[in-house]
Nanobody
Framework: QVQLVESGGGLVQTGGSLRLSCAASGRTFSSYAVGWFRQAPGKEREFVAAIKWSWGSTYYADSVKGRFTISRDNAKNTVYLQMNSLDPEDTAVYYC????????????????WGQGTQVTVSS
């Protein structure tokens, strides 16, 4: 049974940093892409960043490029999202998700989802 467990969310001031973790278990993820999505109140879920597990290739939404970094630790089966220069617009519930195959920017191909972690950026 595949499980994705996020952690690391919290409250931070504008300009601060947080690192989110997504611990994966239940299968080998070498053929998978792992993505981070976020959903703010009253808004649709949006793509943030993704990484292809085997190659390490990464993609970012324009809104976070240069501020967020996605990475993975094969030994720990964990994907990280380092978030710097946070802005109140980054406030949302952040979800990690896994999809078998290439990186996709829409959420529907991602079959496995974590429970989400709240990130709140105060002004």
């Amino acid at each position: 049974q595949v499980q994705l467990v996020e952690s690391g969310g919290g409250l931070v001031q504008t300009g601060g940093s947080l690192r989110l973790s997504c611990a994966a278990s239940g299968r080998t993820f070498s053929s998978y892409a792992v993505g981070w999505f976020r959903q703010a109140p009253g808004k649709e879920r949006e793509f943030v960043a993704a990484i292809k597990w085997s190659w390490g290739s990464t993609y970012y939404a324009d809104s976070v490029k240069g501020r967020f970094t996605i990475s993975r630790d094969n030994a720990k089966n964990t994907v990280y999202l380092q978030m710097n220069s946070l802005d109140p617009e980054d406030t949302a519930v952040y979800y990690c998700a896994a999809a078998d195959g290439p990186i996709r920017f829409e959420s529907s191909p991602y079959a496995y989802w974590g429970q989400g972690t709240q990130v709140t950026v105060s002004s």
